[in-house]
């Protein structure tokens, strides 16, 4: 089945939402421009139902676009994009910071790859 998240989106600074997975997964991560920027915590919520939190530090909640990846292990699992102040209205940045993020990802995966690791 693999896993798939449904996002609950972000209340108080935490971004929550559930995890359909056969096992338990990996550790998850939020990421940000390329780097890890915390650790989620994933409880049993159910047979093949895990609960995920992550709570984001002020850096990400702040004036501007900011696009954020979920993601376990080598996978994304889940995008989530916050925009703040004066931009707020502007969709085509927020897809451009999407972009610039899947990127970073990839860039990051990439040069592992070449390395050997």
Known sequence: MGMT???HGVSG???TGTL????PP???SVTHR???VT???VQEAGPGVWAVSADLPPSVIDNGVHSLLLVAGDSVLASLTLIAGMVAGDDLLAEVAQLRAE?????REFRR???GG
């Not at 359909?20 to 096992?23: A, C, G, P, R, V």
């Not at 990127?103 to 860039?107: E, V």
């Open 34 to 36: 390329g780097s890890v």
């Open 5 to 7: 998240f449904e996002s």
């Open 103 to 107: 990127l970073d990802l990839l860039k």
């Open 13 to 15: 600074g935490c971004w």
């Open 113 to 115: 790859l070449a390395a």
């Open 39 to 41: 650790e989620a915590t």
């Open 20 to 23: 359909q997975s056969d096992s």
């Open 26 to 28: 990996a550790p998850l």
